[in-house]
C-alpha cells in the first residue's frame, strides 16, 4: 500500500481590506448627524404628526381637511397667489434692470449697482410699518391726493384694505427682487457674445434674440434666483401678520402654535405647505433647470457694457432712480415715523422728536432684546463657521464619494421654508420627545441658535468654498510636502488666505441672523427670551408710544444690517450672488 505524503498548501492569511478613516470622513459623517438631528428629524416630526391619530394609528383625515375646510383651502390659495404674484412681479423689476447693468454704460451705474442691496437692510414686516403709514387711509398718500384736491378727505381711499394681498406682494417684490438681480447679472455675466452676435448674423435681433437666444443661457441663473423668492414669498409670515392678512395659511401656522399638542391641524398645514414646495420647486427645476448649453470662454468675442447715445443712457439711470426709490419708500416710511411725535392724515409729521431712539435702546423690551439677538446670532455664527469652512473643504479639496450630497445637504436650508423648520423645532422639543430639554418655553437658546446656524449656513458654505476655489491647493501640498500636519496646514495656510471670504460669509449669516423673522416669531415665546425682530412685533402691538419705538428699533436694526452687507458685497463682489442660489 502506497502511502502519499499529505501536502498542505500554505497561503498567506488575507486579511479584511479596511477603508482608512480620513478627517473628510469625520466631517462628512458629523455633518450628516447635524443636518439629521436639526434639519431631517424637525421635518420628520412635522410631517409624522399630519399623519398620526392620537392613539398613534396611520390618518389621512387631517390632510384631506385642509382642503375640505374652506378656511384653510382660502389660506392655501391666497399662499400660492402671494408666492407666484410676488415671483413674476420680481421678475419683472430684477430682470430689465440685470439687462441694462450688464449691456449698458450709463450715468451713476456704479452707485445704483451698490443700491441695489438697500431693500435687503430691513425685514419686509418692518418696512410694511412704514407702508401702512403711507398707504393707510390716514395716511401720507391720502393726506397729499386731499391737498392737491385730488380726493375727498371725508372719504379717504384705503388702499390696503381694498387689497391686502396686493400690498403683501409689493413688499414682498420689493424686498427680494436684489437677490434675482444679483443671479440674473452673474448669469448674464457668463453668456458668450459670440452666441448673440450668431444670431444678429442670422437676422435675430431685438426681443427676438433676447427671447430665442440670451433668456434660454441665463434660465439656470434666473430659476436659482426665482426659486429663492417663490418660496420665501410662499411661507412669508411678518408681512401678513402686520397687514393683518389672516387668510394665509403661513399665518394660520402661527395662530396654531399655541395648541399645537391637542390640535393637529397646523401639523397638517405645514405638511401641506412642505410638500407643495417641494412639488412647485421639482415641477420648476425639471421645467428650467435642466437646460444647459455650452458656450466658448467670454474672451472670444468682443463682450462688455458698452456706450449708448445721452438720451438711452439717462432713461437707464431714470429706470434705476425710480425702482430704487420705490424700493426705499418702506424704509423712509419706518426712519420718518420713528423721529415723528405723531403722523395721522398729514403729508409730513407736524413735529418731530428724538426720544423714540432714545427709548428703543433703554426701553424694559428692546435692551434685552437687542442683547438676547447678539447673543443668538454670535453662537449661530461660530457654528456656521465651523461647519461651513469644513463641508467647503471636504466638497472642493478631497475625492472622497458622497461630498457632492455633502454640499447638496448644505444648500438644502434655502429650499425648505424657514417657517416649516421653525414648527418642526416646536414639534421637537415638546415634553417627553428626545429633545424636550431645549423646550423654548422654559429656555430658547439652543433650539434658536441651532435654528439661526441651520438657515444661515449655506451663506457660509459657499463663501468658504469661493475661498478654496481661488486658493491654489498647491500651497497646502507644499506645507505637508515639509512635515506640516494637513489640519495645521490648513489653520496656518489656507484659513488666513480665505479670510476674507470667511468674513463675509460670516458677517451675511450674522446680520441676517439677527433679523430672523420665522424663527425669532415662533421660537422665542416669554419676553426675556425675545430677540430684535420679535421685541419689534410685540411693540407694534402696543398701544401710546409703542408703534414709535418699534420703529426706531427697525431704524437701529436697519443701520446695522445695511453696514454688514455693504461689507460683505465689498468683499465678495459679483459673487455675492452665488450665496442666494439653491
Excluded at 295 to 313: D, E, F, N, V, Y
Amino acid at each position: 500500500m502506497n502511502s502519499h505524503p499529505t501536502q498542505i498548501a500554505l497561503h498567506p492569511k488575507r486579511t479584511p481590506r479596511r477603508f482608512p478613516i480620513t478627517g473628510p470622513h469625520v466631517v462628512f459623517t458629523l455633518t450628516a448627524l447635524f443636518f439629521f438631528f436639526f434639519f431631517a428629524l424637525p421635518i420628520w416630526e412635522t410631517v409624522n404628526g399630519a399623519f398620526r391619530l392620537p392613539g398613534g394609528g396611520f390618518t389621512f383625515a387631517y390632510i384631506l381637511e385642509v382642503f375640505r375646510n374652506p378656511i384653510y383651502l382660502e389660506g392655501l390659495w391666497n399662499s400660492v397667489l402671494m408666492a407666484v404674484f410676488s415671483t413674476a412681479l420680481t421678475v419683472l423689476i430684477a430682470l430689465p434692470l440685470a439687462f441694462l447693468t450688464d449691456r449698458f454704460l450709463f450715468p451713476g451705474k456704479s452707485l445704483f449697482s451698490a443700491l441695489i442691496l438697500i431693500p435687503m437692510i430691513l425685514p419686509p414686516f418692518v418696512g410694511a410699518i412704514g407702508v401702512k403709514q403711507i398707504l393707510g387711509q390716514e395716511g401720507a398718500l391720502n393726506a397729499l391726493l386731499a391737498a392737491l384736491g385730488l380726493e375727498d378727505p371725508a372719504h379717504p381711499i384705503d388702499w390696503l384694505g381694498a387689497s391686502r394681498l396686493g400690498g403683501v406682494v409689493v413688499m414682498n417684490a420689493l424686498h427680494l427682487y436684489p437677490i434675482l438681480y444679483l443671479n440674473v447679472v452673474a448669469a448674464l455675466a457668463n453668456v458668450d457674445p459670440a452666441m448673440e452676435e450668431a444670431a444678429e448674423n442670422l437676422g435675430c435681433t431685438g426681443f427676438r434674440k433676447f427671447r430665442k437666444i440670451t433668456l434660454p443661457l441665463i434660465m439656470p441663473g434666473l430659476f436659482a434666483g426665482g426659486t429663492i423668492v417663490f418660496i420665501w414669498a410662499f411661507t412669508e409670515l411678518g408681512v401678513p401678520l402686520m397687514f393683518d392678512f389672516q387668510r394665509v395659511t403661513s399665518v394660520q401656522i402661527f395662530s396654531g402654535i399655541k395648541d399645537i399638542g391637542g390640535n393637529p391641524f397646523p401639523f397638517a398645514l405645514v405638511a401641506v405647505m412642505l410638500v407643495s414646495t417641494v412639488l412647485l420647486y421639482a415641477i420648476s427645476k425639471l421645467t428650467f433647470g435642466r437646460a444647459s448649453h455650452a458656450m466658448m470662454a467670454k474672451a472670444t468675442s468682443q463682450g462688455g457694457p458698452r456706450a449708448i447715445p445721452p438720451l438711452r443712457a439717462w432713461l437707464c439711470t431714470a429706470a434705476f432712480a425710480c425702482i430704487t426709490f420705490v424700493a426705499v419708500l418702506p424704509h423712509l416710511g419706518v426712519i420718518v415715523f420713528a423721529f415723528s411725535k405723531d403722523w395721522y392724515g398729514t403729508i409730513l409729521p407736524n413735529a418731530w422728536t428724538l426720544d423714540h431712539f432714545r427709548a428703543a435702546l433703554g426701553h424694559d423690551l428692546t435692551l434685552p432684546s437687542i442683547q438676547n439677538s447678539l447673543k443668538y446670532a454670535t453662537l449661530a455664527t461660530l457654528v456656521d463657521l465651523v461647519l461651513g469652512v469644513a463641508i467647503a473643504y471636504v466638497v472642493v479639496r478631497t475625492k472622497i464619494i458622497g461630498r457632492e450630497i455633502l454640499d447638496a445637504m448644505a444648500m438644502l436650508p434655502l429650499a425648505v421654508p424657514g417657517l416649516v423648520l421653525a414648527f418642526g423645532y416646536v414639534a421637537m422639543t415638546q415634553p417627553g420627545k428626545m429633545f424636550g430639554f431645549m423646550d423654548p418655553k422654559i429656555d430658547p437658546l439652543l433650539i434658536l441658535v441651532i435654528a439661526y446656524s441651520v438657515r444661515r449656513l449655506p451663506y457660509v458654505v459657499r463663501s468658504a468654498a469661493a475661498g478654496f476655489q481661488q486658493t491654489s491647493v498647491t500651497l497646502e501640498e507644499a506645507a505637508q510636502n515639509l512635515g506640516c500636519p494637513p489640519f495645521r496646514s490648513l489653520r496656518k495656510i489656507t484659513i488666513p488666505l480665505i479670510a476674507a471670504n470667511l468674513t463675509a460669509g460670516g458677517l451675511l449669516a450674522f446680520s441676517f441672523a439677527m433679523l430672523e423673522v420665522s424663527d425669532s416669531l415662533i421660537l422665542a415665546q416669554k419676553q426675556q427670551d425675545f430677540p430684535i425682530t420679535k421685541a419689534i412685533y410685540e411693540l407694534y402691538q402696543l398701544l401710546g408710544d409703542g408703534r414709535f419705538i418699534a420703529s426706531a428699533l427697525g431704524v437701529w436694526a436697519m443701520c446695522f444690517l445695511g453696514v454688514t452687507i455693504l461689507g460683505a458685497s465689498l468683499i465678495l463682489g459679483k459673487k455675492l450672488g452665488a450665496i442666494f442660489r439653491v
